[in-house]
């Protein structure tokens, strides 16, 4: 895959520290490895060092060694990241005692290296669920200045190369936000045409906000809502300094078919265009990029997270070790990114 190419080359010419909390995993480790050996990133692994390397020598892992292992629960550190937590979290309630034990979570600990300067990223989920992996994402790490919500991006690669970037969409958000306000909604089609430009080359990321209306055809609160988000990310577009093509209310012909686009949406820089794919609901988002995954046998890459400060990229549960691989390679671009 001539994207995923990319990233890695882009990753190896400035190897970043990417953070593994779940550093007992079978998958987790195993990506590791790969990772390590091929130069990608520098891994940080979280987990006790006699387990972790027990566990490289019964999967045959070579590369290991070139890990740093931080283990939780005896780390010479820990009040160096206790006093960060409760620097952050104090006013929340947060006491002493819990911090304390918070520092021991390996998924607390991983973004306290992440907001610390130790680490630069942060991929987890092979085996916690998403909310587990968010909150202290959401608590440590923050989003980012200008950013109103996080949302989760799937790059879809297309067989035939007809519609967007060479055969490539971006869909957002299918993984964060259930019901975005217009703010939210105008937040995650900046973001979004940013991970299409930064991450996966876009050179030219022309963004749809979708519905299920095209300009005026119908009315409905939700449209109406659409519509603003429309006018709102290009305001923020243009307050950040970017030039992104960023239109509203489009629907999904409208958006990608330029024929249809001439009668429906007849002067837009974007309909008929678009490859950058921004869905009025996470329900929309998420069926989505899932009917075009499996009835038009795209491949879905993601989801990866935008609008925290640093970047956390969470993990399905029955992740393959080669989805951890591109995981970490994501996430060192987001760093390298973030950087710029």
Same mark, same amino acid.
């Given at each position: ?5 990319s ?32 130069g ?14 027990k ?16 283990d ?6 820990s ?12 006013r929340k ?12 979570d390996?998924?607390y ?9 130790d680490?630069?990223?942060?991929v ?6 998403? %909310? ?16 109103r ?6 790059? &879809? ?5 007809t519609y967007?970037?060479?055969? &490539? ?10 019901v975005p ?23 030219d990321?022309?963004?749809?906000? &979708?519905?299920?209306s095209?300009?005026g055809s ?18 923020y577009a ?18 990608l ?7 429906k ?10 490859n ?5 609901t ?7 990029y899932?009917?075009?995954?499996r ?7 993601g989801?990866?997270?935008? %609008? ?5 990229n ?6 393959s070790?080669?989805?951890v691989?591109? &995981?970490?390679?994501?996430t ?9």
């Amino acid at each position: 895959m001539a994207v995923l190419d990319s990233i890695i080359a882009r990753a190896k010419q400035n190897k970043q520290r990417i953070v593994l909390p779940e550093g007992t995993e079978e998958r987790t480790i195993k990506a590791a490895d790969q990772i390590l050996a091929e130069g990608v990133a520098d891994i940080i692994l979280l987990g006790n060092a006699d387990e972790i390397n027990k566990l490289a020598k019964e999967y045959g892992l070579n590369n290991i060694s070139k890990a740093t292992i931080i283990d939780p629960l005896n780390n010479p550190n820990s009040q160096k990241y206790i006093d960060l937590l409760l620097q952050l979290r104090q006013r929340k309630g947060l006491t002493p005692e819990a911090a304390v034990e918070l520092v021991k979570d390996p998924l607390y600990l991983a973004c306290l290296l992440v907001k610390a300067g130790d680490a630069d990223g942060e991929v987890a989920g092979a085996k916690n669920y998403t %909310g587990n992996v968010l909150r202290p994402a959401f608590q440590i790490i923050k989003t980012k200045k200008g950013c109103r919500c996080v949302s989760g991006a799937f790059l &879809m690669i297309l067989k035939e190369k007809t519609y967007g970037h060479d055969g &490539m969409l971006l869909f957002a958000d299918c993984a964060a936000t259930p019901v975005p306000t217009d703010e939210e909604l105008g937040s995650i089609a900046v973001t979004s045409a940013c991970t299409a430009k930064d991450i996966f080359g876009f050179d030219d990321p022309k963004v749809a906000i &979708m519905s299920f209306s095209t300009k005026g055809s119908a009315k409905h609160e939700v449209v109406d809502k659409v519509i603003s988000a429309g006018s709102l990310a290009n305001q923020y577009a243009e307050e950040l300094g970017y030039k992104f093509k960023i239109d509203a209310e489009l629907q999904a012909d409208a958006a990608l078919v330029p024929s249809v686009a001439k009668s429906k949406a007849p002067g837009s820089e974007v309909a008929g265009q678009a490859n950058v794919l921004v869905f009025p609901t996470l329900d929309a988002g998420n069926i989505g990029y899932k009917l075009v995954q499996r009835l038009a046998g795209a491949e879905a890459l993601g989801p990866i997270l935008q %609008g925290l400060a640093a970047p956390v990229n969470d993990l399905s549960r029955g992740c393959s070790v080669e989805d951890v691989v591109k &995981m970490i390679a994501i996430t060192a671009n987001q760093a390298i990114a973030a950087k710029i």
